[in-house]
């Protein structure tokens, strides 16, 4: 079975300017959270997605968007572009949204706002 | 939503065993309790998951006391290559505190 990836590895950005990053959740998992990790930090959960639909949201701006597509792959959208946007983002899914978790993360994109 | 509570740092040497114990007074009945391992420019990685008493894989021990409201991640004979952070994770919540930064040395 695949793990979870993540697209792309590093990009990028200028102050502004919008992002997509993408996730490919691992086969059989329709639960996927996203996750901001500044460095020197831990991961700031951003939100979580059950089924396609939000299920869950952390301290985060509207500008923070996100999908989940019938396939269960992922898609985090920041606009507007800020330099503290910088940071590690992670993706992460698990099989289903109950409190026994145990969630696969990908490797992360590493975004660089200048 | 059940807070943990972690040292932020730990040093051990090659070889020795490693306890790190979390703290999480207000677990709920049915809350699992899981803890994660990161390296430097990783995701986390999942080592273990329990409900109760003890828990034992190939990586790590669980121990979880009767009233759950710590748990003890036990790393025997650690070498470098567990020098990484350690996540407690309660339930559902997927919130990562600071975590515990253990450092082994040789």
């Known amino acids: 079975e695949t793990g979870v990836t993540q697209s792309p590895t590093h990009l990028i950005k200028t102050r502004g300017q919008q992002v997509t990053l993408r996730c490919s959740s691992q086969s059989g998992h329709n639960t996927v959270s996203w996750y901001q990790q500044a460095l020197g930090q831990g991961p700031q959960f951003i939100f979580q997605?059950?089924?396609?639909?939000?299920?869950g949201r952390g301290n985060f701006p509207p500008r923070f968007s996100g999908l989940q597509f019938p396939n269960y792959s992922s898609e985090l959208n920041v606009n507007a572009l800020e330099l503290d946007d910088s940071a590690l983002y992670l993706c992460?899914?698990?099989?289903?949204?109950?409190?026994?978790?145990?969630?696969?993360f990908g490797s992360g994109t590493r975004l660089t706002v200048v | 939503l059940a807070k943990t509570t972690q040292p932020i740092s730990m040093d051990s040497y090659e070889g020795q065993e490693v306890n790190i114990t979390c703290s999480h007074n207000n677990i709920a009945t049915n809350d699992y309790i899981t803890w994660y391992q990161q390296f430097p420019s990783q995701g986390p990685r999942f080592i273990i998951q329990g409900y109760k008493t003890k828990v034992t894989n190939e990586v790590a021990s669980l121990f979880i006391p009767a009233d759950r409201k710590s748990s003890t991640l036990s790393l025997p004979r650690v070498s470098l290559s567990d020098t990484a952070v350690y996540y407690c994770?309660?339930?559902?919540?997927?919130?990562f505190g600071a975590g515990t930064r253990l450092t082994v040395k040789p």
């Open positions: 997605y059950y089924r396609e639909e939000e299920n």
């Open positions: 994770l309660v339930g559902n919540d997927m919130r």
């Open positions: 992460a899914s698990s099989p289903k949204f109950d409190r026994a978790g145990g969630y696969t």
